[in-house]
């Protein structure tokens, strides 16, 4: 194949991982949708009921032998959809997979896609849903589907629609092995931080959405996503997790590798450029968050936001910084 | 400045300070001192001091700055001749170093000593000691499990022992029928944590003391020119404050080539791939001439001080004559590139020049192209078809007013523009034999300016190199300073300190064996630990049976 085929398989290959995340979302909306019948313990439900022999076994919405069949069914409905959605991301995460892989073939000579913007959110993108089908058994991420695939969509069509660019050759401040070390923790942290922030906001929502449950002795009769995902220490110990593994790669990306490679390159460590003040930003803020999670006071709501205003300014600046500052920075190709 | 829920002494501290503060009043001067010393190290204000420093650094990405681009910040105050003084009083053209912002890290900087240091006495005492005693009630803790064997207790605890590898761990008992084992690990990961501590402040000191000791200037060195490492030989020369120019290693170099390969493809139009200048330099003004190659990502180490390739560009080679033919001015002059096709703009001054001084001001084209938009303009950035368009000024060029000048600017206050049948008279200049323009006419390398002024010739075509050589002695200092903090902060954030109990008593002629634990960071779930070790006790006293 040329490098000009590869290209275009790599275009092809965006599109269809697209369609697959969008079926994937499909398929864990129809699986939300299914579990408004099914209560919050359904296993117990049906097991209370198998051995009392009746069905009113003092659950809330299981009152009679057909509401079991139903609740039955929906349950089965429901796990039926999680495993098409999970096997849609699957295929969405390997056809993605050759979408990046392909981008770097089509560059001549061959070189790791991580050259310009697109390719940069086309990664790092990748990250997040290998990352979120890692970490789907141990942390049962069920309740993190929609938000993922949903993400990934808009993402992905944003990356296309927005900052699409034709493969072209590194310019010679790239041309280092440095693109790969620093640039690929760079991705990584974003990738995870972005998963990390995921769950923060929900966290945000959550703990609003407890607050105003009003009366806790009544029972609802539909069972809604916010009731299954889980709980607030829950939610805010996977957060910190995924923070506390990014925090780290982010500190190796922004002030170790950077620093090296900008020396080389440029002829100094650090020359407070906007993408290196934004770096540092980012960096003061989730270190803001780590000590946050410890404080009295500071703990949980306060957290999550401190969490959601480091990834607004780690979006910002790869976002921001190139269409605000563009020529005004020294990383304006990234 | 750390994350453990359950040791917080300097917010403990903090709530006592508070509630002091607001019942013994007035605060005695030494209550006062402690009382504010508590307050700045407190993790509080170590919260709000790192926002703070987060939002002090924003302007600095926004405003443009003295020490990274003083052009663009020059620019940007033509621009804003009202905001200016404002800015200038704030200081948003040197944010960095501005006396807010340091404000800001310093006094972060001191609540970080004021945490370290109680926080190491309490982990030296907290290092030597045993792990608490088992807690009378173990089903009280958050992790628990429990179940019972015919084993003996001491059998049941010796083998918790056994397969506590890893912890620091005390027995106590069995007496009569009834013991523990407290165990606990994970000792290193405050350990990570103050290293991550510390570290921050090497860095900081790495970065202070290079900044002190070292220096940085640039120098535009043009294809077969000369430079020795002294200070007046540098376009710009930034020194530390205790940087001696004394101390600048003596060494010299000549720029013997310079090679550059621009993409002609469709879509890499006009981008430089390769580009690499050739250098032979001594060391010191007797030593041996070596040879080097420098490119973007390769720069060249002599004697510690580094010589980085950051740009490039063209120096037109010109010759200045007067009506009889003597040389006025000769050589190459430097010509700013001013975008990515290399359209180049400069200045040439001739104060030798008779009758009057010359000075010549214009654009070079490395490949000319011509639009009725924009003009002449430059389409390549190789030197395909070059073209020199100057403007021509005659006069007093101001250089004996002992007021220093840019190269690169004319002073025309005392100039007038050449004129030719009552127009400004421009001197268009092609190397070789010309080029001959679509109308026929030809563009010559060799002009007449009008009035007897003499003559002007465009030679041919050179380049230059922009250098940065910079010095900075400590430099080793703060990277081991971020490598060490990046060491410490993966142990404050992956080892786990956590405490196991293991107790075990008699009860009816059977063993009632309790496993319970806690977990003493911030993210940690112990249940799989705890239902590991009790499976693994409750296995082993049954194949023990058997």
């Avoid at chain 1, 439900?45 to 659950?59: F, K, L, P, W």
């Avoid at chain 1, 960096?283 to 780590?290: K, S, T």
Wanted: aromatic share 10%; proline share 5%; charged share 20%.
């Amino acid at each position: 194949m040329s490098h000009a085929q590869f290209e275009v398989l790599s275009n092809q290959a965006v599109a269809i991982c697209g369609a697959f995340y969008f079926i994937a979302l499909l398929a864990h909306l129809a699986e939300w949708a299914a579990g408004r019948n099914v209560p919050l313990d359904a296993d117990a439900a049906a097991d209370a009921a198998a051995v009392s022999g009746t069905a009113s076994a003092g659950t809330a919405s299981a009152g009679s032998a057909d509401t079991l069949v139903a609740v039955q069914e929906s349950t089965e409905k429901m796990e039926r959809f999680a495993r098409w959605g999970l096997v849609a991301t699957g295929v969405a995460a390997g056809v993605h997979l050759v979408a990046v892989v392909a981008r770097g073939l089509a560059a001549d000579p061959i070189r790791v896609p991580w050259g310009n913007m697109y390719e940069f959110t086309l990664t790092a993108s990748l990250v997040v849903t290998i990352g979120y089908l890692a970490l789907y058994r141990r942390f049962k991420l069920a309740w993190l589907s929609p938000v993922v695939t949903g993400f990934l969509l808009v993402v992905l069509m944003l990356d296309a629609l927005l900052l699409y660019d034709p493969v072209f050759k590194l310019r010679d401040a790239l041309q280092s092995p440095w693109l790969v070390i620093h640039v690929i923790a760079a991705i990584i942290a974003t990738g995870a931080f972005t998963l990390g922030g995921m769950a923060s906001v929900l966290y945000l929502i959550k703990e609003r959405w407890l607050r105003n449950q009003g009366d806790p002795d009544r029972t609802p009769r539909r069972v809604g996503y916010l009731d299954r995902v889980p709980g607030l220490v829950q939610l805010d110990r996977f957060s910190y997790r995924v923070h506390a593994f990014a925090f780290p790669i982010w500190t190796f990306a922004a002030l170790i590798a950077g620093p090296i490679w900008a020396e080389a390159a440029w002829g100094r460590y650090w020359g407070w450029d906007p993408k290196e003040v934004w770096a540092f930003i980012t960096w003061v803020v989730y270190a803001a968050y780590l000590h946050a999670r410890a404080t009295a006071g500071w703990k949980g709501r306060a957290a999550a936001i401190i969490a959601i205003i480091g990834l607004l300014t780690l979006w910002f600046n790869f976002v921001g910084i190139n269409f605000f500052f563009g020529s005004g920075s020294q990383h304006s190709y990234a | 400045m750390s994350e453990s829920p359950d040791e917080r002494p300097d917010d403990a501290q903090y709530e006592n300070a508070r509630d002091r503060a607001a019942t013994v009043a007035p605060l005695a001067p030494r209550e006062f001192l402690r009382w504010t010393w508590r307050q700045l190290t407190s993790m509080r204000t170590a919260l709000i001091l790192l926002f703070l420093l987060a939002l002090g650094a924003v302007p600095g990405s926004v405003v443009p700055q003295n020490a990274v681009d003083s052009l663009a910040a020059a620019r940007w105050r033509d621009q804003h001749p009202s905001l200016t003084p404002i800015y200038e009083k704030l200081g948003m053209f040197n944010v960095y170093s501005s006396p807010w912002f340091s404000a800001i890290y310093i006094l972060l900087m001191v609540s970080l000593v004021g945490c370290i240091l109680p926080r190491t006495r309490v982990y030296l005492r907290a290092m030597r000691a045993r792990p608490p005693k088992a807690p009378r009630n173990l089903a009280r803790l958050p992790e628990h499990r429990t179940f019972t064997t015919d084993q003996e207790p001491d059998e049941v605890l010796r083998h918790a022992r056994a397969a506590l590898r890893g912890y620091r761990v005390d027995l106590a008992g069995p007496v009569d029928g009834t013991g523990s084992i407290a165990a606990e690990r994970g000792y290193l990961r405050e350990a990570g944590n103050l290293l991550f501590h510390v570290s921050v402040l090497v860095v900081l000191v790495g970065f202070a003391v290079g900044s002190l000791l070292g220096y940085k200037g640039g120098v535009l060195v043009v294809t077969g020119g000369q430079f020795a490492n002294v200070s007046s030989q540098y376009d710009e020369f930034t020194p530390g404050s205790l940087f001696s120019v004394g101390s600048l290693e003596p060494f010299s170099f000549k720029v013997t080539d310079f090679d550059v390969t621009f993409d002609t493809g469709k879509r890499n139009f006009g981008l430089a791939t390769d580009f690499s200048a050739g250098l032979s330099y001594k060391s010191s003004p007797n030593g041996e001439v070596k040879t080097a190659r420098i490119s973007v990502n390769h720069p060249l180490s002599i004697d510690g001080t580094k010589v980085f390739l950051i740009g490039h560009g063209y120096a037109p080679d010109i010759t200045v004559r007067d009506t009889e033919g003597n040389v006025e001015y000769s050589g190459p002059v430097i010509f700013l590139p001013e975008d990515t096709m290399f359209r180049s703009s400069g200045v040439i001054k001739v104060p030798d020049a008779s009758p009057k001084q010359l000075g010549f001001r214009g654009e070079f084209y490395p490949t000319t192209g011509f639009s009725m938009e924009t003009g002449p303009t430059s389409v390549f950035p190789d030197a395909k078809l070059p073209l020199l368009s100057m403007q021509v000024y005659a006069g007093d060029l101001g250089l004996d007013d002992g007021i220093p000048q840019s190269v690169y600017a004319l002073n025309t206050d005392n100039m007038k523009p050449v004129q030719k049948d009552g127009k400004d008279f421009r001197v268009d200049l092609a190397p070789g034999k010309g080029i001959i323009k679509s109308d026929g006419s030809l563009i010559p390398s060799t002009v007449t300016l009008p009035d007897g002024l003499g003559t002007i010739t465009f030679n041919g075509v050179s380049r230059f190199v922009k250098l940065q050589i910079s010095k900075n002695p400590a430099d080793g200092v703060a990277l081991a300073g971020v490598v060490l903090a990046l060491l410490g902060l993966l142990g404050s954030l992956f080892i786990k300190p956590r405490r196991i109990w293991v107790s075990a008593r008699r009860e009816g002629g059977r063993t009632v064996v309790e496993v319970a634990g806690l977990d003493r960071s911030a993210g940690g779930d112990l249940s799989g630990v705890v239902d590991d070790l009790a499976g693994k006790l409750e296995n082993r006293m049954s194949e023990d049976k058997a």
